[in-house]
């Protein structure tokens, strides 16, 4: 069992950053052993795939939407995976999701994902 509590999240205006920080207590297996994830989803829309990471943080993917703009990593003994969002749009503007994946590799698929946290809101005005 993994509970996930995400964090900042906010408003910024186009151009700007935002960290995102996703803070994990696990039960039973340890927080290193999850593939990580972060997706988003604007109102009326699909919950869409942001970027992975592996257990080890040794292999990451984006989406092509956010790639060369948006870095996720991990401090596994932090039990904390990270997003930094740098080069905002007004596009970026959703709820932001982290989830933990106890399946091997990682995936985009939300369905691969086992664990969800509430989400953090992140607005970009132009």
């Known amino acids: 069992q993994v509970q996930l509590v995400e964090s900042g999240g906010g408003l910024v205006q186009a151009g700007g950053s935002l960290r995102l920080s996703c803070a994990a207590s696990?039960?039973?297996?340890?927080?290193?052993?999850?593939?990580m994830g972060w997706f988003r989803q604007a109102p009326g829309k699909e919950r869409d795939f942001v970027a992975t990471?592996?257990?080890?943080?040794?292999?990451?993917s984006y989406a092509d939407s956010v790639k060369g703009r948006f870095t996720i990593s991990r401090d596994n003994a932090k039990n904390t995976v990270y997003l930094q969002m740098n080069s905002l749009k007004p596009e970026d503007t959703a709820v932001y999701y982290c989830?933990?994946?106890?399946?091997?590799?990682?995936?985009?698929?939300?369905?691969?994902?086992?664990?969800w946290g509430q989400g953090t809101q992140v607005t970009v005005s132009s």
């Open positions: 989830a933990a994946s106890s399946a091997v590799g990682i995936s985009t698929r939300p369905t691969r994902y086992d664990y």
């Open positions: 696990a039960s039973g297996r340890t927080f290193s052993s999850y593939a």
């Open positions: 990471i592996t257990w080890s943080g040794s292999t990451t």
